[in-house]
């Protein structure tokens, strides 16, 4: 799947850190979302933006903050994270203005990231 | 929210052999996706199914939507090494409030041995 590119593809970063993840889609699409995948949990939704507008945001710390300049670009702002934040963070995106959208999320290869 | 259970958590199968993975839901199902996932990858997009009793087929590998049941099955035909991976299913409650808010089961982890 080379539609959606995610960068880095890994990150250790210390507690006082300030990083940020970027996603990219040359999908064309509108919607876009940043997901958690942690060990032996089913992946967990983070954040949902819809032509540039967030429109979900899944109780999430905020020491993650989310960032949609256009509809092709994504990032997540990084600031003391904790250690339970180490995971593989996916960004997808989709064609889809609603409910009869009906259109599959593409992921990208996402970011690996280790919290020291 | 709603709740997917996937069926098994993992399974070794012999190349060659036949494989099922089962995805039930805790609620009514309207859009069931089915993803592979290699470990530290993103997902593959496979199939979706929308409508109850809509079977999709791509190349060996079938997947099924049980309205009723709230159940989807995906089947795996003659399975060949490149089959190996992380098979996750995801749904969208329609509605509203849930628009974009896929909700995704923990995945079943095959293996294929030559």
């Known amino acids: 799947e080379t539609g959606v590119t995610q960068t880095p593809r890994h990150l250790v970063m210390g507690m006082t850190n300030k990083k940020s993840l970027k996603c990219e889609q040359h999908l064309g699409h509108n919607a876009m979302y940043w997901y958690k995948q942690s060990a032996k949990k089913p992946l967990e939704l983070m954040f949902v933006?819809?032509?540039?507008?967030?429109?979900e945001n899944n109780s999430v710390p905020s020491r993650f903050s989310p960032e949609c300049p256009n509809s092709s670009h994504l990032f997540l702002h990084l600031h003391t994270l904790q250690p339970e934040d180490s995971a593989l963070y996916l960004c997808?995106?989709?064609?889809?203005?609603?409910?009869?959208?009906?259109?599959?999320?593409?992921f990208g290869d996402g970011t690996r990231l280790s919290i020291l | 929210s709603q709740e997917l259970e996937q069926s098994p958590q993992s399974l070794i199968v012999q190349e060659g052999k036949n494989l099922t993975i089962n995805c039930t839901s805790s609620k009514t199902l309207y859009g069931l996706y089915w993803y592979k996932q290699k470990y530290g990858e993103g997902l593959i997009f496979l199939m979706m199914?929308?409508?109850?009793?809509e079977e999709k087929s791509h190349e060996k590998i079938t997947a099924k939507l049980d309205e009723k049941k709230q159940q989807s099955s995906l089947h795996i035909t003659a399975s060949q090494p490149s089959h190996a991976g992380i098979y996750l299913c995801?749904?969208?409650?329609?509605?509203?409030?849930?628009?974009?808010?896929?909700?995704f089961g923990a995945g079943t982890q095959v293996v294929v041995t030559p």
């Open positions: 995801g749904a969208d409650g329609r509605s509203t409030d849930s628009w974009g808010k896929l909700q």
């Open positions: 199914l929308q409508k109850g009793g």
């Open positions: 997808a995106s989709s064609h889809g203005t609603g409910l009869n959208s009906n259109q599959p999320q593409h």
């Open positions: 933006y819809n032509f540039k507008e967030q429109t």
